[in-house]
């Protein structure tokens, strides 16, 4: 499927030993309904045959650029500077893009001019392609951007899979992902985007099937997710301020106290409880209500 103007669409996949899944999600762009893509793989220091998944589809469309191991932000900023098309979208190595998924957000961009990111409703599978159930409607960031991703509103998942991007706003305003954070670039990037950016969606049309297993970087708490995101919280506060987000407390109270939970499951007490009092502090009420 094309449409009236068909312009080019660059999908970058950072690729760090996804030998399992690369070759499904490669199948998965490259099968898509609108045919005017190109696919940059950009296999991030793989020690496993990711590499040899990804060479079984032959499609000139499809270019694979190998590196040492840099980290996924790398590897997407630099698909970036690679890529030729005039949207970007940044699909993960493990995630399944609906057939009609690009299609529809390109219609959408046509009909809306105005709208620069595209993104539709996510459906969760596990390990098998199996669907994992959710009691509500699991979809990305349109309106509020920042309210909904520093208040962890459970609805929305910043997943960069989702999201269909004109590239001039990325390159106009020099929008790049954070060297700095692994797990929680994705929430800053969209963060920085929203600043000059407008989102919009196609709701349950263009499906995004998002991979959720035990290995997912987001899902194995470790000492250093926690780190992570106390790195976040860092580069949140040198962009937004109480001046600025009339929420920035709430925003606090709630990383810490997630925080304080995070160490008490890892058994570390002396960070819980200190993580635990910080939130305590920032909202004595909040913190009563949450705990008991």
Same mark, same amino acid.
């Given at each position: 499927m094309q449409t009236l103007s068909s312009p080019l669409v660059s999908i970058i996949i950072p690729c760090y030993n996804s030998e399992k899944y690369i070759y499904q999600t490669l199948a &998965?762009?490259? $099968? /898509?309904?609108?045919?005017?893509? #190109?696919?940059?793989v950009i296999i991030d220091g793989a020690t496993d045959s990711s590499i040899n998944e990804a060479k079984k589809i032959n499609d000139p469309r499809i270019v694979l650029y190998s590196k040492p191991n840099s980290g996924v932000s790398d590897s997407r900023n630099q698909g970036l500077e690679l890529s030729n098309g005039d949207f970007i979208l940044f699909l993960d190595s493990d995630d399944i893009l609906d057939k009609d998924f690009i299609s529809h957000r390109i219609i959408y961009f046509e009909e809306n001019p105005n709208i620069d990111v595209c993104s539709s409703e996510i459906i969760k599978i596990d390990e098998k392609d199996n669907m994992i159930?959710?009691?509500? =409607?699991?979809?990305?960031?349109?309106? $509020?951007?920042? /309210?909904?991703? +520093?208040l962890y509103n459970q609805e929305i998942i910043t997943c960069p899979s989702n999201y269909l991007i004109r590239k001039k706003k990325l390159i106009t305003h020099n929008i790049k992902f954070s060297l700095h954070l692994f797990s929680s670039a994705d929430r800053l990037f969209l963060i920085d985007l929203s600043k000059h950016a407008t989102f919009g969606t196609i709701d349950s049309l263009g499906k995004l099937y998002y @991979?959720? %297993?035990?290995?997912?970087? &987001? $899902? !194995?708490?470790?000492?250093?997710? *926690? *780190?992570?995101?106390?790195?976040?919280?860092? #580069?949140? =506060? =040198? @962009?937004? &301020? &109480?001046?600025? !987000?009339? %929420? !920035? $407390?709430?925003? +606090? !109270?709630?990383?810490y106290f997630i925080i304080g939970g995070s160490y008490y499951r890892l058994n570390n007490i002396p960070k819980a409880i200190k993580y635990s009092f910080f939130a305590l502090v920032i909202n004595p009420y909040l913190f009563i209500k949450n705990f008991f």
């Open positions: &998965s762009a490259i $099968n /898509q309904s609108y045919r005017n893509i #190109e696919v940059i159930s959710s009691p509500i =409607k699991l979809v990305g960031a349109t309106m $509020n951007v920042t /309210q909904n991703i +520093l @991979r959720v %297993h035990p290995k997912s970087m &987001s $899902n !194995f708490l470790t000492d250093s997710l *926690i *780190i992570d995101t106390l790195k976040f919280i860092k #580069e949140v =506060k =040198k @962009r937004i &301020s &109480s001046k600025n !987000f009339i %929420h !920035f $407390n709430i925003f +606090l !109270f709630r990383s």
